[in-house]
């Protein structure tokens, strides 16, 4: 709608406009002349190439279309008085006069001008019948809040009635004659509200109304937003903000963007790393050892790790850790011995969680901060208390050397192993289970932060992507990494989730397009198998691997300056555990 007035149909408008800028008239290019891209004017060729009817370089934008949509920009961004001169220098109008009637009708308030003039525009019956309902239920409305109660309940009865849909909102209007304060509790009719202007009545009839007929709000910023997400879905190393694309030319990024280079090296543990898990808030990263410790470090401002705790007094090697929502407390748990839970300012165990007779294996948090799950090597998985107290234990077959147990964001699904080949998702309220099924064993799984997909790796050295948001469906397949012996562990990372990091035998991280599936590195560094990698969720050019080789690599977008010192970390101070 242009900003000039909006009660009037663009004919008029352009007429009005266009006479008030005949004064203006040495300002504005005449239509034998236009202007030079690179300054000036010069002749514009009288005779078009090709095709009138179609534009662009393969011929298959429809001008009329394409000068529409301008136009509609134009007065949606409130250049109006370009908008108008475009509709009368290509004799394209935005609508038609019997379309711009309607407009003007339904923006006047005539109700029944503007129910004629529907009928005699070229549309389906059901779309008649629906636009009508819209119009009627507004009069309706209006008519209630000027206490015209025998007039609204005449347009009940006689006008939306017989028009024999929505029999509840029918029933809903209904309702508001005898109780009128109920009027006020619906709230909106069709999602326009009581005491919106009948402009957005308008707007909603846009959207049922065929969009040739009328336009639909924003549609020029639709087509370009969606030129540029095929751009980026399209870009294999597009891991930064959406800041950086621009309309002028076609968009690709460097491959310096992806996490590729060694910017760190941390060496705090005395043996194997076996996991490693960057906070919620991108801000510590934890590692976790078979030389029964786990390590807190911090990610200064800069981007450089330093030591922050080391956690000591478990007796058996550390399986894995995970953080609390609010990332103010870390579990950790041992190879088939107990979970500890960690004060992460202070460095301190504050409880110890154990079951007498088996051993955990496993532990995630709850959503709520307030309770946490372990999986326990009788085959259950059991849900406690920060206190320690067990609340929920379920029965079921497990793979004791499979560790992997999560659980969603809404706390509803709990996802785990249930046979060598094939994952359990339990709908804890429902009782409602879903498999998903492997021809090969499975090591390890994860799943993304939307909880829409998990993340499967495989024995036979391949990783399967899942959609879980129904029934489960395999949709992506990485291959490349090198797995034989040991459970290898992978993830999702970097802008938007849009990338796979795996460790892998070889001693290097792999790293692959999700949406594509094309391996994009291949990442030396380590000597030893590298077991789990870690993508920092707030930083997408931060990714850390742990080894076998003792040592945690940071990897970045580009080499960053550092001294050895900092390059090379080592565990400098210690928090005692025992309790």
Known sequence: ????????????????????????????????????????????????????????????IKRSEFVRIITKALYSLGYDRSGAILEVESG????????????????????????????????????????????????????????????????????????????????????????PSLHLSLGSINGIKKSSSRLNLLNELQKVLPPALMLPEGRLEHLIEQALNVQREACYFHNSLDSCLTLYTDHHCREDQIPSQTTQVLQGHGDEVWFVQFSNNGKLLASSSRDNSAIIWEVREDGVLSLKHTLTGHQKPVLMISWSPDDSQLL??????????????????????????????????????????????????????????????????????????????????????????????????????????????????????????????LINQEIHLWDITGFPKLVMSYKGHKRSRFVIRSCFGGYEQSYIASGSEDSQVYIWHRGSGYLIAALPG??????????????????????????????????????????????????????
């Open 1 to 60: 709608m242009g900003r000039i007035d909006d009660r009037e149909p663009p004919s008029k408008r352009v007429k009005e406009t266009i006479a008030g800028l005949q004064g203006f008239s040495n300002s504005i290019p005449s239509p034998a002349i236009h202007i030079d891209p690179l300054g000036g004017q010069m002749a514009r060729p009288l005779t078009p190439h090709g095709n009138k009817d179609m534009i662009g370089s393969k011929g298959i």
């Open 92 to 179: 394209i109008p935005l609508h038609s006069p019997l379309v711009d009637c309607f407009r003007k009708q339904v923006l006047d308030g005539n109700w029944d001008g503007s129910l004629a003039t529907l009928n005699k525009i070229s549309i389906s019956d059901d779309v008649l019948k629906l636009a009508s309902f819209m119009i009627l239920e507004y009069k309706f409305c209006e008519f209630l809040e000027m206490d015209r109660v025998l007039d609204a309940v005449n347009t009940l009865r006689n006008e939306i009635t017989p028009l024999r849909i929505k029999p509840k909102r029918v029933h809903e209007l209904s309702t508001c004659i005898i109780c």
């Open 332 to 457: 950790t748990c041992g190879l088939e011995e107990v979970v500890r839970r960690w004060d992460v300012s202070s460095g301190e165990c504050v409880q110890v969680y154990e079951k007498i007779g088996v051993g955990l294996i496993s532990c995630g948090w709850f959503p709520d901060g307030k309770r946490f799950f372990s999986g326990v090597t009788d085959s259950s998985i059991c849900l406690w208390d920060l206190d320690g107290k067990e609340l929920e234990c379920w029965n079921g077959q497990r793979m004791i050397k499979t560790s992997d147990l999560t659980i969603t964001g809404d706390g509803k699904q709990i996802i785990s192993m249930c046979r060598e080949s094939a994952i359990l998702v339990l709908e804890r309220e429902a009782k409602v289970e879903k498999l998903i099924e492997e021809n090969h064993t499975i090591t390890s799984f994860s799943l993304s932060r939307d909880d829409q997909f998990l993340l499967v790796n």
């Open 526 to 579: 380590h000597t030893g198998a590298v077991n789990c990698v870690s993508w920092n969720p707030v930083n997408p050019q931060m990714l850390a691997s742990a080894s076998d080789d003792h040592s945690i690599r940071i990897w970045g977008g580009s080499m960053v300056n550092l001294n050895h010192k900092e390059a090379y970390s080592n565990g400098v101070c210690q928090s005692n555990g025992n309790k």
